[in-house]
């Protein structure tokens, strides 16, 4: 084409003069340096995100520098995920590992140090998207027209199944660049694999700009989780998390490698995540501790309500109708277990009487050293001490 000869032709001469100055002209910079940008993001910048990952989109002007580039950490080298042209310019895109902290790379021709200070998220409650260095695509000042050549689509592929939704309008021209949404998650929530991507994030008139809401996501959940919202605030006992409006501290908005979006198992390991206390629990080796059997199956949630309940501690029902509800050789018996008599349930647990007395005032939920998840020891009588002297 002749337009692309001239173009050439002129980017050519460019490039001469380019080179003439920085060989003759400025000899403390490396003259390969030229012709090879890093457009997104910055050479030195904080990274808020979820998924340790990043993408980096370079912009190469020259056949010799395309030949060369090279992107390393340490002493690997990233392999490119996707090239293209467009008007004679090269977009190399990497879609980058990172680790918590800082992270360094090296871009050549040019030699290019970039460092990342990665900060993993969980929730935004704590991040202060504003603060100097912080970078974020979408803003208006770091988006970049050159991208919207290639990834302005009105559709998605043909096999990438998207359903029409009522509750908001489908955003295909999210999908090229964040493709990495779909192909990390194994569990995906239903609006972000249909692309309602702007039912949570806002599109702002001006340039593009895409906002991310801060802090509490409850409002954004119970949008249109209408009932479940409803529902628990109106219990006795909320589990403080959701109390405090921070779903995503649990579910990825988008999806995850766990059911119902968790970045744990939500059976146990995602509780023992903060629950630190009972880590032990989950541990092959529970040294002497003895693990309730039920937690290495239904885990936490077998008991527990993750969100709200009317039962004290979020339990499903109170403890000795839950207990019972397995144990159903005691179910309906209110006398008569350890011993002939013995009351199963009272107002007051002599060993602390904020706790009303019931199966779990002798046997731990959790586990315990003792046999049958004793609080103290059968031999010689001395869980019974414990209450009677
Ligand atoms: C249900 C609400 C919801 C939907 C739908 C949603 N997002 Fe998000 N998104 C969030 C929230 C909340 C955050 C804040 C960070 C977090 O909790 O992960 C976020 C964060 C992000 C991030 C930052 C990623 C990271 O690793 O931290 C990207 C990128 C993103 N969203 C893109 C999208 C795209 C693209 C879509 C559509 C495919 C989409 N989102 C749909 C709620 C949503
Ligand atoms: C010359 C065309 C072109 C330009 C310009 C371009 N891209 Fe891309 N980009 C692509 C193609 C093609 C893919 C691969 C899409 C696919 O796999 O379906 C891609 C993929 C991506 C991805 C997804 C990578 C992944 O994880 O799968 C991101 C993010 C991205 N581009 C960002 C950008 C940004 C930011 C810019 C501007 C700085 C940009 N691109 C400029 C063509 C382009
Ligand atoms: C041209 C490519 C491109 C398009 C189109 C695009 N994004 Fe992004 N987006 C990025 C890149 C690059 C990042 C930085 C994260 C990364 O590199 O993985 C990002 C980050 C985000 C974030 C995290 C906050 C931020 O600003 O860094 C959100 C939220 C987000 N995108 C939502 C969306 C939504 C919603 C759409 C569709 C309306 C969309 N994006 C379309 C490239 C794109
Ligand atoms: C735009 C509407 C919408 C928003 C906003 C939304 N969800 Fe959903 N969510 C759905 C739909 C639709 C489903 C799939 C249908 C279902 O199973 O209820 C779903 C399913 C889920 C599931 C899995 C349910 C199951 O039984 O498998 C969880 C967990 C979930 N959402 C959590 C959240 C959280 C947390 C938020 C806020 C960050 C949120 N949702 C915001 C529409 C939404
Ligand atoms: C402490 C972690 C945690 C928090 C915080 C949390 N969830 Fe959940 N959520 C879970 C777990 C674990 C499950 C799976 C329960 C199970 O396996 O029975 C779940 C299941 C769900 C489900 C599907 C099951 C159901 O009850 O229908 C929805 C919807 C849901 N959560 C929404 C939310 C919303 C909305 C919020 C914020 C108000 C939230 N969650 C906060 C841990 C959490
Ligand atoms: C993000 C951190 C976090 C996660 C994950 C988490 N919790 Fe909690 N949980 C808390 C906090 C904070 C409290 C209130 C302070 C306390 O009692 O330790 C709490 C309190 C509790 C309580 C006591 C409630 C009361 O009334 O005293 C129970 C029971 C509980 N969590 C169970 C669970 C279960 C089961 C899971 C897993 C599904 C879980 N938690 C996951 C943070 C978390
Ligand atoms: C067999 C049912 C059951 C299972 C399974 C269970 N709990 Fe409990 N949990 C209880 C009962 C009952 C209580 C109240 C104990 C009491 O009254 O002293 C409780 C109390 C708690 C409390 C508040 C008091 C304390 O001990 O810190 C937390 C936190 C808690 N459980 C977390 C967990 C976690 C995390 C798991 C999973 C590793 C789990 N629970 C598994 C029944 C259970
Ligand atoms: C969801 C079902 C379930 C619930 C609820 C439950 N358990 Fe269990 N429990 C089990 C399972 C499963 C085992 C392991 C059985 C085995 O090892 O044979 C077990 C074991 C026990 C044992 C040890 C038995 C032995 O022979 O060593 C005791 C004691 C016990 N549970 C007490 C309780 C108490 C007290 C509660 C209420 C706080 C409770 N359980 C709630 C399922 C449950
Ligand atoms: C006063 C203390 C005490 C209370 C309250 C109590 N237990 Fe026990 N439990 C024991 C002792 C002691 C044993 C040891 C074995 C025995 O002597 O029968 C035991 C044994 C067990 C066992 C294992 C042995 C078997 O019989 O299978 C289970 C299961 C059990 N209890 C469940 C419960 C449930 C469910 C409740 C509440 C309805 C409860 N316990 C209330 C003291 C108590
Ligand atoms: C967590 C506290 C606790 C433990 C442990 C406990 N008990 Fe009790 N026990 C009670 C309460 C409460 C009562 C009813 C009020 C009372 O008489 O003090 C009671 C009542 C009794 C009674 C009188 C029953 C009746 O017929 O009136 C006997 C006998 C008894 N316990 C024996 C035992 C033996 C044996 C053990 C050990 C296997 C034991 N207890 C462990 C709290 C406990």
Redesign the pocket.
């Known amino acids: 084409m002749k337009m692309g000869f001239i173009a050439q032709l002129l980017k050519q001469s460019v490039v001469f003069i380019i080179y003439f100055l920085a060989v003759f002209c400025l000899p403390a910079s490396p003259a390969l340096a030229r012709g090879v940008t890093l457009l ?2 910055d050479t030195a910048c904080i990274v808020y ?1 979820r998924s340790p ?3 980096f ?1 370079v912009e190469v002007d020259t056949k010799e520098d395309m030949k060369q580039l090279q992107l390393q950490s340490g002493a690997e080298s990233i392999m490119p995920l996707a090239t293209r042209m467009k008007n004679d310019i090269f977009y190399v895109h990497y879609r980058v590992p990172l680790i918590p902290g800082e992270n360094k790379f090296f871009l050549s021709p040019g030699s290019k140090k970039i460092v990342i200070d990665y900060k993993p998220l969980r929730t935004l409650l704590n991040a202060n998207l504003n603060a100097t260095g912080v970078y ?4 208006k000042e770091t988006m970049h027209q050159e ?2 050549q290639c ?1 302005e689509v009105e559709s998605v592929p043909e096999d990438f199944f998207v359903k029409p939704s009522p509750y908001g309008k489908n ?1 295909p ?2 999908y ?3 493709k ?1 949404i779909f192909e990390e998650t194994k569990w995906q929530h239903s609006p972000a694999a249909n692309l309602l ?2 039912t949570c ?1 806002q ?1 702002e008139k001006d340039v593009g700009r ?1 906002s ?1 809401s801060i802090g509490k996501d409850a409002s954004l959940c119970y949008h249109c989780h209408l009932v479940k919202g409803k529902a628990w605030g109106d219990m006795a006992h909320i589990h403080q998390p959701v109390g405090f409006g921070v779903c995503s501290i649990c579910h990825n908005p988008h999806g995850d490698a766990y059911r119902f979006q968790l970045w744990a198992d939500g059976r146990a390991e995602l509780c023992v995540s903060c629950h630190v206390d009972k880590e032990d629990l989950l541990k092959k080796d529970t040294k002497g501790l003895n693990v309730h059997g039920i937690i290495r199956g239904g885990g936490c949630v077998s008991c527990h309500d993750p969100h709200a309940s009317e039962n004290q501690y979020m339990l499903y029902k109170p403890v000795n109708e839950l207990c019972t509800g397995c144990h159903n050789e005691l179910a309906g018996v209110t006398k008569g277990h350890p011993v002939g008599g013995h009351p199963l349930k009272g107002p007051k647990n002599p060993l602390n009487p904020k706790k009303e007395f019931n199966c779990a005032s002798c046997h731990n939920p959790h586990g315990s050293k003792f046999q049958y998840l004793l609080i103290g020891d059968l031999l010689g009588g001395l869980v019974c001490s414990k209450c009677h002297h």
């Open positions: 997104t993001p995100a990952s990043y993408h989109v974020l695509y979408h803003r991208c919207r990834h955003s021209v999210c090229t660049c964040h990495a991507c702007e994030h599109q895409i991310v």
